[in-house]
């Protein structure tokens, strides 16, 4: 058998045994569930897989059947074999064919390129046995390892690294994979050579040692071996190049590379190949990279679950504990390493409950303690996940590993290049700088966020591996005075406080309030606090926080943020956590503000009762401390909450009492803010002159100070008190001008508010298309919030409408999503009047169809 005869029938071999080796007499009944039947012989069979046989041309459709079929099995086993394409298999039987036509003297060959049986000498380490998963990054390194069969070639070095850099993310093993599959597959007959280049030991090996060990693996006896290392890297180019002439491709698999000096000299050319491993990016290097990111959940649960099973065990715990062993794989932060020392730890004890495992690696303080296993890996090297991370870090400047100390202190999933600044007391090109050396280390990971509005030192992100972190953190607390880690966090602090400030600024719409240089527009301000929202909240609830006017005080500055993007959630969580904060310190008149802030953001999430206790203590503190203007602003937000509950006359009382109040100190502004809160609780006693006169001089009072929001606000519960008395037009008005506000100062959520009021305005003029459109957008926004309550209420109105103009079918299946989601949200009052309106909607259905 030729050359090309060998590769077919490697590649044949190699997905027949991925698949089971399945019985012949099954790949021959595979023949005859082809439509048409197609006729073939066991023994033909074993002749392809055995050689010298090919299949002949009448075999062709038989034999991409066959593939198909043992490639699809591989796959369902879990197989770690690479599929190949079914124009691959075509081009891999024509080349074997015009050999073996050529062989018999038929006619010239025109395959270009051949690669002979495998027969050089193999190096290579066993590949670890408990490798799952890396499916696309396997096939990746093979793409690129293949010998080509045209003139084209491509680079000749792949370099496998991780993007997140720690040891353990399973590089090595990759490589030994890819290694092993192209050896199974007859790629490399010159041979395929290993060494481990121990680039973050202390004593790395060199580029001589490691061309001396090459070239006594492919025969040279010692006593030819050259003195010194040029002449060794010249011995081993010349016998590339020999083996280059003799259609012998050789594959070199360097291993643990810390920099491109240490191999540049050794790399060869087409058709050669090299497979590198390393922490860093070795971006000097012509070379397609492969980056590795931690596992995928699943991938690691299968991690798991193969190294328990390993060896036959019958081990079923990952099956049987499934909840148990996704939360394992994350604390295990879905590193490779990681999950091979649990894996063994748990051999070791193989009646222990996995959910008694993770209970163990819960506490952040001793969690690197329990990744460690008293062996070694097949290569040697400690299971250990502290020591892997100590290798990067050693090679660090004193410079990148304080900042690797300070980074770990920094509350929140990342951090931008302006805040790490901040951090780091640093100008943000040198901060930067550190970063990016860190990031090349690959100790951090590297990201963008698109965004049009942002300086760029706000869109670049960096962020550390959850072990990564602990391992940082670990290592900054005995150097925290020497790093001066506490005035660090600190400094991070007041940049989050004072620009989390001054984008709020830009949210009260209100003419002479000062905005930051750093963010000068809305969009920029916005933009900012959505990137940093996540950061804010955990540095906001961080232990540093109980003694920065941070953690009391974010809630306040965020308060409007909050409400318009629907972050209810955050907000309780922040005002919660400030309320403890001031009780903490006894900081009686504080506590007092957070409970103010509490109450809103309990009303929000229709949690009324609450909100009333909140507010009624909020405003009994202020009395206590004679704090007139901050009673005003508790009975004004009371005052709201007894509306929503029904308690009207009461409301009216507390909105009087605060309009009175904020007259008497002097606030005309927030006199204007509780003056529109009492036209919407007259509203509801149906006294609508008086409503739409204190409307009215709310709105006055919003533009003598630019309040936009504020003015928006007014003219959306003035056109509800214009429609009360048919003013219809008038309603109309105030409602699409208080929608433009809310759009104009970015407020989606109480622009879906005033569009879904719109409306029920249009519909009461029979302008039933606008009011369609205007309902469906409402709904729209409130589906994008997630507010489900909302979103019921603008479908109901829109099933009215739709009725209106005949549209029965649409207005009853909008109905019916609208009692669906008041039942979902526990509003039996709102759920049984959508079920009437989608019974009146039924009947006229009925009636008019009838009528025609």
């Known amino acids: 058998m030729g050359e090309y005869g060998e590769r077919f029938r490697a590649e044949l071999t190699a997905v027949y045994e991925a698949a089971g080796s399945p019985t012949l007499m099954r790949l021959v009944r595979l023949g005859q569930e082809q439509k048409p039947p197609v006729k073939v012989a066991a023994s033909t069979i074993h002749g392809w897989l055995n050689g010298p046989a090919v299949p002949g041309g009448t075999h062709t459709r038989y034999f991409l059947a066959l593939t198909a079929f043992l490639q ?355 100008a943000p090109a040198q901060a930067r700088r550190l970063l990016a050396n860190l990031a090349r280390a690959r100790l951090l990971v590297f990201t963008t966020i698109s965004s049009i509005s942002l300086p760029v030192a706000d869109v670049e992100r960096w962020a550390m591996h959850d072990l990564i972190r602990l391992f940082a953190d670990e290592l900054g607390r005995p150097h925290s005075d020497e790093d001066g880690r506490p005035t660090a966090v600190a400094r991070l602090l007041d940049y989050y406080l004072a620009t989390a400030e001054a984008a709020a600024s830009h949210l009260q719409a209100r003419a002479g309030q000062p905005h930051s240089e750093h963010l000068t527009t809305l969009e920029q301000a916005l933009g900012w606090l959505e990137t940093e929202r996540v950061n804010l909240l955990s540095a906001a609830t961080a232990p540093p926080s109980r003694h920065h006017a941070l953690g009391a005080g974010l809630a306040s500055t965020l308060g409007r943020f909050f409400t318009q993007r629907r972050y209810l959630e955050d907000w309780i969580t922040l005002t919660t956590s400030a309320l403890a904060i001031c009780r903490e310190h006894g900081d009686r008149h504080s506590e007092g503000t957070v409970l103010r802030n509490l109450g809103i953001a309990m009303r929000e999430v229709r949690r009324f009762e609450e909100a009333i206790d909140a507010h009624n203590q909020a405003a009994a503190i202020c009395r206590e401390f004679g704090d007139r203007h901050g009673e005003g602003k508790a009975l004004n937000s009371l005052g709201i909450d007894l509306r929503e509950v029904g308690r009207f006359e009461e409301a009216i009382d ?115 298309d606008e009011a369609i459109d205007a309902h469906n957008q409402a709904a729209a926004i409130f589906r994008e919030f997630g507010d489900r309550n909302a979103e019921g209420a603008a479908l109901q109105n829109l099933g009215v409408v739709l009725a209106a103009v005949y549209r029965f079918e649409e207005a009853i299946d909008a109905h019916n999503q609208a009692a669906a989601i008041f039942w979902e949200t526990g509003d039996p009052y709102r759920e049984r009047k959508a079920v009437r309106s989608g019974a009146v909607a039924h009947n006229e259905r009925w009636l008019h169809s009838n009528s025609l």
């Open 72 to 426: 699809g099995r591989a796959a369902a086993s879990g197989s770690s074999y690479v599929t190949r394409s079914q124009a691959r298999w075509q081009e891999l039987l024509r080349n074997a064919r015009e050999e073996r036509d050529a062989a018999r003297g038929g006619r010239p060959r025109t395959v270009s390129a051949p690669v002979a049986q495998s027969s050089g000498p193999v190096t290579l380490p066993v590949a670890p046995a408990d490798f799952t998963g890396r499916t696309a990054e396997l096939k990746s390194a093979l793409q690129w390892l293949e010998p080509r069969t045209t003139k084209e070639d491509k680079a000749a070095a792949v370099v496998v690294s991780a993007v997140e850099g720690m040891g353990g993310v399973g590089k090595t093993a990759l490589a030994l994979h890819a290694a092993h599959q192209a050896r199974a597959r007859g790629w490399f007959p010159g041979g395929i050579l290993f060494a481990d280049l121990r680039g973050y030991s202390h004593e790395p090996v060199g580029v001589g040692e490691t061309a001396d060990r090459f070239l006594r693996a492919l025969g040279v006896r010692a006593k030819d071996l050259p003195d010194t290392v040029d002449e060794k890297v010249d011995a081993w180019r010349l016998m590339l190049e020999s083996l280059a002439k003799q259609r012998q491709p050789l594959l070199a698999v360097l291993d643990n590379v810390r920099s491109a000096g240490q191999i540049s000299a050794l790399l060869p050319g087409p058709p050669h190949r090299a497979l590198v491993t390393s922490r860093h990016s070795l971006s000097s290097l012509a070379a397609y990279r492969i980056d590795l990111a931690p596992l995928s959940p699943e991938e690691a649960v299968a991690v798991l679950n193969h190294a328990l099973q390993a060896g036959d065990t019958g081990d079923s715990r990952v099956s049987a504990q499934q909840a148990d062993a996704l939360r394992l794989a994350k604390l295990c932060g879905y590193l490779p390493l990681a999950l091979r020392i649990i894996s063994a730890l748990l051999r070791d004890e193989p009646d222990r409950p996995l959910a008694d495992q993770a209970a163990e690696l819960e506490d952040e303080r001793t969690r690197l303690d329990a990744m460690a296993y008293d062996n070694d890996d097949d290569q040697g090297r400690p299971l250990v996940v502290r020591a892997s991370f100590a290798l990067s870090y050693r090679h660090l400047t004193s410079s990148e590993q304080r900042a690797f100390r300070l980074l770990a202190a920094a509350p929140g999933p990342d951090i931008s290049t302006t805040a790490a600044a901040e951090l780091l007391d640093q």
């Open 654 to 768: 507390a909105h009087r009492q605060a309009a009175a109040i904020f007259q008497e100190v002097g606030d005309r502004y927030s006199e204007g803010t509780a003056l529109g809160n009492l036209g919407a609780d007259l509203r509801e006693v149906r006294r609508f002159d008086e409503a739409i006169d204190a409307h009215r001089q709310a709105a006055a009072i919003c533009r003598e100070f630019s309040d936009r929001y504020g003015e928006g606000t007014v003219l959306r519960n003035l056109g509800i008190a214009m429609r009360a008395v048919c003013q219809f037009e008038e309603a109309i008005d105030a409602h699409r001008q208080a929608a433009a506000i809310f759009q104009e100062v970015g407020d989606r959520y109480s622009e879906g508010t005033s569009l879904n009021s719109l409306g029920v305005d249009l519909r009461e003029v029979r302008r039933f």
